[in-house]
T-cell receptor
Framework: SQKIEQNSEALNIQEGKTATLTCNYT??????LQWYRQDPGRGPVFLLL?????KEKRKERLKVTFDTTLKQSLFHITASQPADSATYLC???????????FGSGTRLSIRP | GAVVSQHPSWVICKSGTSVKIECRSL??????MFWYRQFPKQSLMLMAT?????????EQGVEKDKFLINHASLTLSTLTVTSAHPEDSSFYIC????????????FGEGSRLTVL
């Protein structure tokens, strides 16, 4: 069955540094991958979508890569700020492609 | 962006009672909505896909008689937790997609259910 792994449960980095989060998947080939941000007690908020034929996608300080050979996506936040502290979830379509399943998330903490 | 509203944001009920959670798409029509459940410090688990005008599609292991889903209109889906027990206490979140796949999901604010 399809499986998504975000290999860091928590990540703590210094303000101003680049945060890099990893999402690995197995047993299927998704047409796209999404990243969401979730703050405590809130619903997730969509950040970026990258398609299988795209190697990289950028949005302001965010950058996402998608390596379909390695079955891996990397999510980068450059010039990180304390306000970036949150849980970041990667998500993939499966089954009929109308459904979205989520990874376990990485809790990112940016210390001043 | 599109707005999905969920109500109530939190509810406390006694064991054995039923609780209804509403999910509305405020500025768009959603033929499909998704219901997720999230335990503390865990990720979202898809419970079911709510289809307007037809029966919901439940994920494996989710009891459809326990978690009743109704999607009577293009802007409203409801989840009813029937005969709730303490183990049903969780964070329930609905979402809808604007347009077809691979569009982003818009999530409600979530409903925290505590069953005493």
């Amino acid at each position: 069955s399809q499986k998504i792994e975000q290999n860091s449960e928590a990540l703590n980095i210094q303000e101003g540094k680049t945060a890099t989060l990893t999402c690995n998947y197995t047993n299927y080939s998704p047409a796209y991958l999404q990243w969401y941000r979730q703050d405590p007690g809130r619903g997730p908020v969509f950040l970026l979508l990258i398609r299988e034929n795209e190697k990289e996608k950028r949005k302001e300080r965010l950058k996402v890569t998608f390596d379909t050979t390695l079955k891996q996506s990397l999510f980068h936040i450059t010039a990180s700020q304390p306000a970036d502290s949150a849980t970041y979830l990667c998500a993939l379509p499966y089954s009929s492609a109308s459904k979205i399943i989520f990874g376990s998330g990485t809790r990112l903490s940016i210390r001043p | 962006g599109a707005v999905v509203s969920q109500h109530p944001s939190w509810v406390i009920c006694k064991s054995g009672t039923s609780v209804k959670i509403e999910c509305r798409s405020l500025d768009f029509q959603a033929t499909t909505m998704f219901w997720y459940r999230q335990f503390p410090k865990q990720s979202l688990m898809l419970m079911a896909t709510s289809n307007e005008g037809s029966k919901a599609t439940y994920e494996q292991g989710v009891e459809k008689d326990k978690f009743l889903i109704n999607h009577a209109s293009l802007t409203l889906s409801t989840l009813t937790v029937t005969s709730a027990h303490p183990e049903d206490s969780s964070f329930y979140i609905c979402s809808a997609r604007l347009g077809g796949s691979p569009g982003e999901l818009f999530f409600g604010e979530g409903s925290r259910l505590t069953v005493l």
